[in-house]
């Protein structure tokens, strides 16, 4: 079965469009009187934002296959060492608290960015007549750049569970996005989980504000395939025996966790400006703009 990203971008923004409707016509979310005359303050039901986000982190290259060379050509094998990737994220998102401490949503978005290692040494063996033993191939002390551009449409499903206590609030946040590249082929699955524990001022004073620390897990496979000679690999490029060959990489982040630091402005109950700083060895910056209704 196949994804076709921008019909599905189209869909989403439509039922961002009939959920207000729907909301409206059945009262979501469930139990919201009954949560209120707790004192709890609830938000809006539906929201739809749009978001931008900036990442950057070290990679693992975990396999870099090779098909298509000559036959004389075996055990062929590319040592790399280090790897990075940075990426940039504009997201539509769509969500809707089904319960006063569960929300639902899907994501769609454009991804685009890059991922960097260096090729250390290429080694095999090159067999060119049967009764004959095979020559060795190897090339040493490399420091070639293997860089893949990644572009490409994103979408997923998420769910938030949260609960408070006074001014006192906690929240985990878990989602499953899946990204289609465009520039090369491959894709990229991306489960997310992040805990965040805050503070929210604005229950206790004239400021709007809620602010919160949190860790960030990632768990991020991506396979890459694309041709070897669109590659800029330097020195490497020039072996002939990969004139014509396909590569297949398959890639992982280097580190799982990292920090986060965020706080909320609500300019109204129906506008609000959230943003967030990720710091370790995942880098980020995110910020997005909340309507909700």
Request: charged share 15%.
């Amino acid at each position: 079965m196949t994804f076709n990203a921008k019909f599905s971008l189209k869909t989403l923004s439509l039922a961002a469009l009939l959920l207000p409707s729907l909301v409206s016509a059945i009262e979501l979310p469930l139990f919201k009187k009954e949560a209120e005359e707790r004192g709890y303050t609830l938000p809006e039901a539906f929201g739809l934002s749009l978001g931008y986000m900036n990442v950057s982190q070290g990679i693992n290259v975990d396999s870099i296959a090779l098909s298509g060379l000559p036959p004389q050509v075996q055990n062929l094998e590319i040592g790399t060492q280090g790897g990075y990737q940075e990426s940039e994220i504009l997201t539509l998102k769509a969500d809707v608290w089904v319960l006063p401490f569960l929300n639902f949503y899907a994501i769609g978005g454009k991804l685009n960015g890059y991922s960097e290692t260096t090729i250390t040494s290429v080694k095999g063996d090159l067999k060119l007549l049967p009764s004959f033993p095979a020559i060795p191939i190897e090339v040493d002390n490399l420091s070639e750049p293997f860089r893949l551009d990644l572009d490409g449409y994103t979408y997923g499903v998420g769910t938030v569970i949260a609960g408070g206590y006074e001014s006192f609030f906690a929240l985990v946040d878990a989602s499953y996005t899946k990204t289609s590249l465009t520039v090369i082929d491959g894709e990229i699955d991306s489960i997310v989980v992040s805990p965040r524990i805050g503070w929210d001022f604005s229950r206790n004073s004239d400021w709007p504000i809620r602010a919160w620390v949190g860790a960030q897990y990632q768990n991020i496979e991506q396979t890459l395939t694309g041709n070897v000679k669109d590659l800029p690999l330097g020195s490497v490029g020039n072996l002939p025996f990969l004139d014509d060959a396909k590569f297949t990489v398959t890639q992982s982040l280097a580190n799982n966790w990292n920090s986060l630091v965020g706080a909320q402005y609500e300019f109204t109950p129906n506008w609000v400006l959230i943003s967030e700083l990720g710091f370790g060895q995942r880098k980020s910056f995110f910020v997005t703009l909340d309507a909700r209704f």
